[in-house]
Structures are given as structure tokens and as C-alpha cells.
């Protein structure tokens, strides 16, 4: 660059720093859309909020309800009043799906985990261990 003139040299460094402008913009937009950018943005957007909390109770292999319909960013609640572990996993038997980070989730008796209803959709969750303890949710906006 010693022997191009001012003009040049301006030409030079402006064109570089809006190529550099052009190329970062799509990859900012790429890393916001991301599914853990996305979940990450659900967590926060829900993280502020007190909403109504729906239990599932797993009681003589049965849970109850095994049907709820909830809004985005309540919370749902697996209690086991059994006398056994449970292993409480979501989406189809030998295909676990994570849901608010939790894939499956063991449960001695009396014990209970949470999960903040984030993802807007129907999900299946089953005791992994028997077949029993089973049902869907269904979150809407």
C-alpha cells in the first residue's frame, strides 16, 4: 500500500470493511436462528414469568392426567407417588427427543422434576422402564 495514493488507500479500506459487514451480518442471522439459540430465547422469554404449574402424578403405573393442554411458558410437573423408579423420558419409546434439556429423567419414589413448557407443539412422554405411565402434552402460544 506505500505506492497507492490517499484515494486509493480510502477505496481500499472502505471496500473491506463493508465486505467484512456483509459477511457477518448472515452469519449473525444464521447464529440467532439456531434450534439451541432459539430454545435459549424461549428459556429466557419464559424465564420471567410465574405461570400455573400442571402435574402429572405417576401412581400404580398409570399417570394422571395423561392428556394436558397447557400454554407456552407454564410449567409441568412429574411426581412419582409409586413405589418404584421411574424413568420418565419424552417422544417415542427407543427415540427419546430432549424437551427443556431433559431427554429422560429417573425418579425414585417421592421424588418429582420440572420442565418449563417452552417448545409450542404435541410431546409424548413415557415411563422407559414399563409401558404404562404414559401421555402427551399439548403447548400453544
Known amino acids: 500500500m506505500a505506492g497507492l495514493n490517499k484515494r486509493w488507500k480510502v477505496g481500499l ?5 463493508l465486505g467484512l459487514m456483509v459477511g457477518t451480518v448472515p452469519l449473525a442471522i444464521w447464529v440467532t436462528h439456531t434450534q439451541s439459540a432459539q430454545v435459549a430465547n424461549e428459556q429466557a422469554r419464559c424465564s420471567s414469568t410465574m405461570q400455573p404449574v400442571h402435574k402429572v402424578i405417576i401412581k400404580d403405573d ?11 411458558c407454564d ?5 412419582n407417588e409409586d413405589n418404584g423408579i ?4 419424552f417422544g417415542p419409546h427407543e427415540h427419546h427427543v ?12 417421592g421424588q418429582s422434576f ?14 422407559h422402564i414399563t409401558d404404562g405411565a404414559q401421555g402427551n402434552f399439548t403447548v400453544s402460544k
Not at 479500506?13 to 470493511?17: E, F, K, N, W
Not at 420440572?114 to 415411563?127: A, D, E, P, R, Y
Open 86 to 89: 421411574k424413568l420418565m423420558a
Open 62 to 72: 398409570k399417570a394422571t392426567p395423561d392428556k394436558i393442554t397447557a400454554l407456552q
Open 75 to 79: 410449567t409441568l410437573e412429574f411426581i
Open 13 to 17: 479500506i472502505s471496500g473491506a470493511a
Open 114 to 127: 420440572s420442565i418449563k413448557l417452552i417448545q409450542v407443539g404435541t410431546f409424548h412422554f413415557h415411563n
Open 98 to 109: 430432549s424437551y427443556d434439556g431433559v431427554s429422560e429423567r429417573a425418579l425414585g419414589p
